[in-house]
């Protein structure tokens, strides 16, 4: 059913942002992507630092998979903003 409403839908004419209300701006996609990191880097410190009981390895840990992450999200924040599926 749903692959039928995908197949269905015709393609959107281009809009520019101002137009299209349904997209974001790249500034929201970063401001969405830091505070999810923020919230993800102290989970990933508290359990890296349950399991080592280092709080420098901790810190490390987490401050690798902070950037690194941030990184994967904003780009996947902006690949899925491309996506008409669900808008």
Do not use: C
Not at 53 to 73: E, N, Q, R
């Amino acid at each position: 059913m749903i692959l039928d409403q995908i197949l269905q839908q015709k393609p959107a004419k281009k809009k520019s942002f101002s137009e299209d209300k349904s997209s974001e701006k790249p500034i929201r996609s970063v401001a969405k992507a830091v505070s999810w990191r923020i919230i993800g880097t102290l989970d990933t410190l508290l359990i890296s630092y349950l399991l080592t009981g280092k709080v420098v390895l901790a810190a490390s840990i987490a401050s690798i998979d902070f950037v690194t992450k941030m990184f994967l999200y904003f780009f996947h924040e902006r690949l899925w903003n491309k996506i008409n599926w669900g808008k």
